[in-house]
């Protein structure tokens, strides 16, 4: 096996590289994603994971890095336009089709190496989560919503019953119809909650 050189730093060669992570990650889970491993599978020298990402630590940070941009990218290009509770949906749609297509990336979204990457908090700090609490916080502030005492700990609440129903679905014998009922009922539950006129 001829092993590429390490030279290209280039963003299209970081792409590929945090591709076939996810690829790794998805086979074989995150505990087997090394910069060793990686090298291997695409054939380069192992310093070229170095110059390109970094340690193993950088590493699964970015690859979560780049699943919450997948996740920022897809409800960004779907957002212009959408109702607040429409975007509630959407966000948690988007988020769901992400975390049953890389399963074991997200059922390790709270391991330690998930913890040291600070995978909640490249999602709380992302503009798509943002866009997210904004819209909530808008409601609240039109009075389409109720007003909480601290509204950052709604959007928070808001975005653990999004995950939680989730992590049931990926982590049970759930079906895809099934799961994706599930978490469209929790959230029309979760909506008729912050609307001030539930009925409606």
């Given at each position: ?126 503009p798509a989560f943002q866009l ?14 109720r007003v909480s005492a601290d ?50």
């Amino acid at each position: 096996m001829n092993q590429q050189p390490s030279g290209d730093c280039s963003p299209a060669r970081r792409q590929q590289c945090l591709q076939t992570a996810r690829d790794i990650v998805r086979r074989h889970g995150l505990d087997e994603l090394t910069p060793e491993r990686l090298a291997r599978e695409l054939d380069i020298e192992a310093g070229a994971i170095e110059s390109l990402i970094g340690s193993q630590r950088d590493l699964v940070r970015a690859l979560y890095q780049s699943w919450v941009e997948e996740w920022q990218h897809r409800l960004m290009a779907s957002a212009p336009g959408l109702p607040s509770d429409a975007l509630l949906r959407q966000a948690a749609r988007l988020y769901r089709e992400l975390a049953c297509s890389d399963r074991a990336l997200f059922l390790a979204s709270t391991s330690s190496a998930a913890i040291e990457a600070d995978l909640f908090g490249l999602l709380a700090r992302s503009p798509a989560f943002q866009l997210f609490a904004d819209m909530v916080k808008q409601g609240m502030a039109e009075r389409r919503f109720r007003v909480s005492a601290d509204p950052d700990a709604t959007v928070r609440t808001l975005w653990a019953g999004v995950h939680g129903a989730i992590m049931l679905e990926v982590c049970g014998e759930i079906d895809e119809r099934s799961g994706r009922q599930s978490l469209d009922e929790m959230v029309t539950l979760l909506i008729r909650g912050l609307q001030t006129h539930p009925g409606n």
